[in-house]
């Protein structure tokens, strides 16, 4: 299993990012994705998850009204639109699989935000 973020970076409050991750290793639409967070010093939280078929998208409330995760099960990608971005949404977002109950990551991709 291997899962690959991108889409990372510096953006300015109120900006916006686009996070991707490419799945490989196992049946990519047969599994819920999810995208977790973790900050300095913060334990890691759950950001949002999408059903294996996208129908069903839930989110954590920090982020709710502000962000979408979709994906693609023809290019075994999920994404991350993050709009009105806040200083503390400062963190590494990780995007998360859960095979037979064992979590696989990916190594993460920073955001940052700041002006």
């Known amino acids: 299993v291997q899962l690959v973020e991108s889409g990372g970076g510096l953006v300015q409050p109120g900006g916006s990012l686009r996070l991707s991750c490419v799945a490989s290793?196992?049946?990519?639409?047969?599994?819920?994705m999810r995208w977790y967070r973790q900050a300095p010093g913060n334990e890691r939280e759950l950001v949002a998850h999408?059903?294996?078929?996208?129908?069903?998208?839930t989110y954590g409330d920090f982020m709710k009204g502000r962000s979408t995760i979709s994906r693609d099960n023809a290019k075994n990608t999920v994404y991350l639109q993050m709009n009105s971005l806040k200083p503390e949404d400062t963190a590494v977002y990780y995007c998360n699989a859960r095979i037979y109950n064992r979590d696989y990551w990916g190594q993460g991709t920073r955001v940052t935000v700041s002006s």
């Open positions: 999408i059903s294996s078929d996208g129908g069903i998208t």
């Open positions: 290793g196992f049946t990519f639409s047969s599994y819920y």
